[in-house]
T-cell receptor, first 112, second 109 residues
């Protein structure tokens, strides 16, 4: 069966520090991968999606970037964190747009 | 983009009660999912239901795609049903799963 792993679960980082969040999927190949952010307990916003290695589409211009160095690995990064980057970050995968999306357990990021 | 409206925004239930959550969307979709977000933030798949009716234990869902709405039914609610319920939709040839604002359900013992 397919599983999605996301880490770390929580992270406290100072303003101006770098960020790297990792997401991996097991048990499938060539998944569509997604990064979402949830602020204030509601409202999930799509940040990035990828349909293949090296292919990244950005939905919202901001202080973050994403990369897909391997088929089942999706990384969310920042060179310098802002206070406004705080939030709950969720990775998700799907086998295609006609299939359900499955989410990881999330990373709660607090920028101080 | 597609608009997704969920109602009611908040729902307080006594344990054992039944309830109906509604999701309206503004365009044709080929993917509709219901999620439950637990107190730890994890989004749990409840249903993948672009059309028709499905049941899973005390939960069931119905999507009427031609009328652009979906309903989630919770029967004999339990305290573990508390949390936020999200509806999310995807249009054809799109990758962006768009979420409603959610319904916060509180089940009291």
């Amino acid at each position: 069966s397919q599983t999605i792993h996301q880490w770390p679960a929580t992270l406290v980082q100072p303003v101006g520090s770098p960020l790297s969040l990792e997401c991996t999927v097991e048990g499938t190949s060539n998944p569509n991968l997604y990064w979402y952010r949830q602020a204030a307990g509601r409202g999930l916003q799509l940040l990035f999606y990828s349909v293949g290695i090296g292919q990244i589409s950005s939905e919202v211009p901001q202080n973050l970037s994403a990369s897909r160095p391997q088929d089942r690995q999706f990384i969310l990064s920042s060179k310098k964190l802002l206070l406004s980057d705080s939030g709950f970050y969720l990775c998700a995968w799907s086998a295609g747009t006609d299939n359900g999306y499955t989410f990881g357990s999330g990373t709660r990021l607090t920028v101080v | 983009g597609i608009q997704v409206e969920q109602s009611p925004p908040d729902l307080i239930l006594q344990e054992g009660a039944n309830s109906t959550l509604r999701c309206n969307f503004s365009d044709s979709v080929n993917n509709l999912q219901w999620f439950h977000q637990n107190p730890w933030g994890q989004l749990i798949n409840l249903f993948y239901i672009p059309s028709g009716t499905k049941q899973n234990g005390r939960l069931s869902a119905t999507t009427v795609a031609t009328e652009r709405y979906s309903l989630l039914y919770i029967s004999s609610s339990q305290t573990t049903d508390s949390g936020v319920y999200f509806c999310a939709v995807l249009r054809s040839n799109d990758y962006k799963l768009s979420f409603g604002a959610g319904t916060t359900v509180t089940v009291r013992a």
